[in-house]
């Protein structure tokens, strides 16, 4: 080794380029090539299927591009004794991600609120009178992280729910809206949100048009959010679709 | 598994759709039992005056829809602090307090200084506040005021311009701790912690900082914080924060916590000097018709503009109030 020095280094360190320091001009433009080639407003396209873990009372798997999302539902069981005696059901909703799943080792703990935002998209969906006194456990997992993580462990959520059986009022979708210069940027990659301007998130229940949840960041005028609303609540509806026929088709392949 | 017919048959047993007028009332009285027990303990009559009165336009304290509470403001309460400010919103009470202390800045942004927000919900505000109690609500409004204040994360349309607590790029930086507590809690808490948050800003002073010239080039450099020397910060591009609460089939702001037990959503915006949106949360798990949305938002634009004007009357009188004692 002694005498190799200057060569290649023994250890090895990542790139610094990692971390790039500034903004690509390319962002700034009004016309660039997304680096994964799609659209503005296109969205990635959605791998779903239920039944991925085996000891809930219900799970999915999700993969939006590179963002991998498992997650399983338990209950409804009976909730801790410590709890208040409530007449409807409690929902209980833990996010976290693996330590693999960020470029940089253990980063994705940085998202300690994303357990409340899906605590809140979901709330409002379930029938939560239709078990009483018991608890149902939703607890996701960011296999790896490529951006609108989020918006993939809310849609993700309500289709492992689905699966286990709770009653919804309807699937909720979940999508979101970076705000890159002057361009809207929809179902952001994770290079894209590290650079954006603003971002909106919207999950709704798409065939009773209801938003559950709403976040926006950044600085945004009004046309502008009507018109990141209208992207975010049109590819809701699509994901809503392709939730609903991945549940068909579980269902259909059981009873073959 | 949930089927097709299955969702049908949900929906004709709750009603065509729980956000149909007229439907609303008994819906959120039926469905948030455990809430509204929890906190406040409300009768059924207690409940239906409360909705009765928002829906004719006069509240249970006689004031409108889109009015707000007495706001009283009191800056320099805290002299460790760089700044200080307490807000009284009615019975709310709120104190936010600024510390600036040199770091080092991140290594994604070195041209800009850090914040931090933090909130604190004491336990003398509520006893459900004690232990862990308070953890849950501390973290969602600390969330939400980062959201409405910190902007996106290039760090634009943010109320705190970064690049301004930059002193040796890449090297040194002002990291700002920015610290609510709540000292009484009577609904609204977030309006009341951005409103304290914006008058502790005006209220601060950071220090001025020499740095020797002869610093070596990958050292860290030497500084020199002068002890008399103070920069006003500038507060001008700091939003204010408007919750709309909804209840029933109409929206209020400055909701006593009386009245936030009744609600069944709320949306918080942060909007700047300029009417542009910094920020919103949605609380509150019920849905929302994106139109309704909309719709609140255009209502909160036109609310912020009377806020920031009480505002900014009453920061200046309280500072001209300190500066004479």
């Known amino acids: 080794m002694a005498g190799k020095s200057g060569a290649t280094p023994t250890t090895y360190s990542p790139s610094p380029t990692t971390q790039n320091k500034k903004r690509p001009p390319i962002f700034n433009d009004v016309d660039w090539v997304r680096s994964d080639a799609r659209g503005f407003q296109q969205c990635r396209p959605a791998f779903l299927r239920t039944g991925a873990v085996n000891a809930a009372s219900g799970s999915a798997y999700a993969e939006f591009g590179n963002t991998k999302v498992i ?61 009483p006194k018991t608890t149902v456990d939703v607890f996701a997992l960011v296999l790896e ?43 952001p990659i994770s290079e894209e949100e590290r650079y954006q301007d603003g971002s909106v998130m919207i999950s709704c229940m798409p065939s009773r048009n209801e938003v559950t949840q709403l976040t926006v960041t950044g600085e945004w005028s009004t046309p502008k959010i009507h018109e990141a609303m209208e992207l975010c609540l049109d590819a809701c509806s699509k994901l809503g679709k392709i939730m609903r026929s991945c549940l068909k088709e579980a269902t259909s392949a059981l009873q073959e | ?165 930059s002193i040796v790029e890449g090297k040194i930086c002002w990291d700002l701790y920015i610290d609510g507590l709540v000292v009484s809690s009577d609904g609204n808490l977030l309006d009341a912690l951005g409103a304290a948050i914006k008058a502790a ?74 009417g542009r949106i910094c920020g919103l949360t949605k609380r509150g798990g019920a849905g929302l018709d994106p139109s309704v949305i909309l719709d609140m938002v255009s209502v909160t634009k036109h609310v912020s503009e009377q806020l920031m004007n009480k505002l900014d009357s009453e920061i200046s009188a309280a500072e001209a109030c300190e500066e004479e004692s």
């Open chain 1, 71 to 131: 997650v399983s539902v338990f209950g409804p069981r009976e909730s801790k004794k410590a709890m208040m005696y409530s007449d409807v059901g409690r929902l209980n909703c833990n996010v976290s991600y693996t330590t693999f799943a960020t470029p940089v080792r253990g980063q994705g703990s940085d998202n300690k609120e994303f357990s409340s935002i899906l605590h809140k998209a979901l709330e409002g969906a379930i029938i939560l009178d239709s078990f």
């Open chain 1, 145 to 187: 992280s490529g951006g609108s993580d989020l918006p993939v462990v809310i849609s993700c959520a309500s289709l492992a729910l689905a699966d286990a059986g709770i009653m919804m009022y309807d699937l909720v979708a979940s999508v979101s809206v970076s705000c890159l210069g002057k361009n809207l940027v929809i179902d």
């Open chain 2, 201 to 274: 800003l005006s209220n601060t002073g950071i220090p001025k900082v020499q740095v020797a010239a002869s610093a070596p080039s990958d050292g860290q450099p030497e500084v020199d914080i002068s002890d008399e020397e103070f920069l006003q910060f500038d507060t001008s591009g700091v939003p204010v924060i408007v919750t709309l609460t909804k209840v029933g089939r109409h929206y209020i702001v400055d909701a006593t916590s009386e009245e936030e037990s009744q609600m069944s959503s709320a949306i918080s915006v942060s909007v700047n000097r300029q």
């Open chain 2, 1 to 165: 598994m949930i089927t097709v017919e299955k969702i049908i048959r949900e929906e004709r047993f709750t009603g065509p759709s729980r956000s149909a007028p007229g439907l609303d009332r008994e819906i959120s009285a039926l469905s948030f039992p455990a809430q509204s027990q929890g906190m406040v303990g409300l009768s059924f009559g207690e409940q239906h005056f409360i909705q009765g009165g928002i829906a004719q336009d006069l509240r249970s304290d006689g004031r409108k829809r889109l009015t707000y509470r007495p706001i009283s403001i009191e800056t320099g309460v805290i002299p460790q602090a760089n700044g200080s400010a307490r807000v009284k919103l009615g019975a709310t009470d709120v104190i936010a307090s600024v510390k600036a202390e040199l770091g080092k800045p991140s290594p994604f942004q070195p041209d800009k200084g850090k914040v931090s927000i933090y909130v604190d919900c004491s336990p003398t505000a509520a006893p459900v506040f004690e232990g862990r109690g308070g953890d849950e609500l501390s973290a969602e409004l600390s969330t939400a005021l980062q959201r409405c204040l910190l902007g996106g994360k290039s760090g634009t349309g943010a109320g705190i311009d970064l690049s301004s607590l």
